[in-house]
């Protein structure tokens, strides 16, 4: 069996085993010598897989895009990218890690980003760019971000993936002023 089925079915059965409700599916970095059209129709066929295997487990499967400057040569490299994938899969356990981070660092205007691929987002992550910190600490307003977050009817979680500038807790003193 080829690796990212045998690691998927593992990752699976730990979700399952957990009550967890998602299986991040990380795309990862295009091989070298492989072209990118070749990786990206692979990743697709892999992700199909992965979600017929998944349903009716209650497991959902997240696709997050990463950045070109953090992470130069990763599959998915924008939110309309991860969102095609998942809606060619056609099925409701696949959707999007939108990554507040990677999408300013590359895409910008994230107000009107989160307007257009909130709808398809499972799951959100937070972090200020540039330096990857809390929010409040960098060039995004997250008032306004999670303004537009409430505003979009999304009702799941928000993951926070930074690092704290002063430590865990000092790192998590925004939530007082920001926070939905």
Request: proline share 6%; hydrophobic share 45%; aromatic share 10%.
């Amino acid at each position: 069996m080829p690796r990212f089925k045998s690691e998927f079915l593992t990752a699976l059965d730990y979700a399952a085993t957990l009550g967890a409700d998602f299986v991040h599916v990380v795309g990862g970095m295009i091989p070298p010598g492989t072209s990118r059209d070749r990786a990206f129709a692979r990743y697709v066929a892999n992700i199909a897989w992965a979600s017929e295997q998944a349903a009716g487990s209650g497991v959902r499967l997240l696709l997050e895009a990463q950045n070109k400057r953090d992470a130069p040569g990763f599959i998915l490299e924008t939110q309309a990218q991860a969102r095609a994938v998942a809606e060619a899969c056609d099925a409701a356990n696949v959707g999007v890690l939108l990554d507040v981070y990677h999408a300013q660092i590359d895409e910008g205007d994230i107000t009107d980003l989160l307007g257009r691929e909130l709808p398809g987002a499972f799951h959100i992550q937070i972090a200020d760019p540039p330096w990857r910190n809390e929010p409040g600490t960098g060039e995004l307003n997250f008032r306004t971000v999670f303004d537009a977050i409430v505003a979009s009817g999304y009702d799941g979680w928000i993951g926070c993936e930074y690092a704290p500038q002063a430590g865990t807790v000092e790192g998590l003193g925004w939530r007082e002023d920001l926070a939905p």
